[in-house]
């Protein structure tokens, strides 16, 4: 899935030029709030809140910033009262579309969601309807640039983790999601540094997509990523990297 992993490479950048608006502040402090409310505030005991906490120290945010968070969340400081609403749906295409939110208002939440889906040839699904086809994974970034491929997958086995592959500058290890931090640990061991890591919904099976349908498909995953509310948004396309490039480049010079 060459083109879809291309896609995450484009988001993981992105990210990066988000954070100095702070909207990628705003998403990690949900996480960790709502992960320490349904797991508690111990890391060592709560995987989602360890993750949450490696993801906002890889982002740069004050410590004050994560304790406080997570204190939220356990009820020692108050706050807003965040819940986890998944919506699923369909995109241009007939592609599928897992799409995870943290909100404190579930009635605002659907009426953008399916706003940017019908504005950008989407629509909403029934429970069920696409969550079937995709699987959770533990997906690991490391820089390729600074470590050798073969000493790398060589650490990478030994740590656990089921695969690697190069993949525009990054090799992206895919995990079990129950070995997920363990491997993350390993790596560490053997002296590499992790550029980035998640818990990611994977698609079992795909659907290709070209012209016009390729278009309105990145455009609706940008503006479903912008709300607020929205935390990660998963599909199941396929786009040929030539075809992502001359969309991503008319829309640059549009």
């Known amino acids: 899935m060459a083109g879809h992993s291309k896609w995450a490479q484009i988001k993981r950048k992105k990210a990066v030029e988000d954070q100095k608006r702070g909207k990628v502040f705003s998403k990690l402090i949900r996480e960790l709030t709502v992960s320490a409310r349904e797991g508690g505030g111990d890391r060592e005991g709560n995987p989602r809140l360890r993750a949450a906490i490696e993801a906002a120290r890889a982002a740069n945010m004050p410590k004050d910033n994560i304790e406080k968070a997570i204190l939220r969340g356990t009820g020692e400081l108050p706050g807003a009262s965040y819940q986890q609403v998944n919506y699923e749906g369909y995109g241009p295409g007939g592609v599928a579309l897992f799409i995870e939110t943290l909100t404190d208002n579930a009635n605002r939440t659907v009426a953008e969601v399916r706003h940017v889906l019908e504005k950008y040839g989407g629509r909403l699904g029934a429970g069920g309807s696409v969550a ?123």
């Open 132 to 254: 079937w086809n995709f699987e959770r994974r533990g997906k690991i970034y490391i820089d390729a640039s600074r470590y050798d491929e073969e000493m790398a997958l060589e650490a990478v086995l030994e740590a656990g983790a089921d695969d690697m592959v190069r993949e525009d500058g990054s090799y992206t290890v895919t995990s079990e999601p129950a070995r997920f931090h363990a491997v993350q640990d390993a790596l560490r061991r053997h002296g590499i540094e992790i550029e980035g890591a998640e818990l990611a919904l994977v698609p079992r099976s795909s659907v290709a997509l070209e012209g016009r349908d390729a278009e309105r498909l990145l455009k609706l995953l940008e503006m479903l990523e912008e709300l607020d509310d929205v935390q990660h948004v998963y599909s199941n396309f396929e786009i040929d990297e030539t075809v992502m490039a001359e969309v991503l480049s008319g829309r640059a010079s549009g």
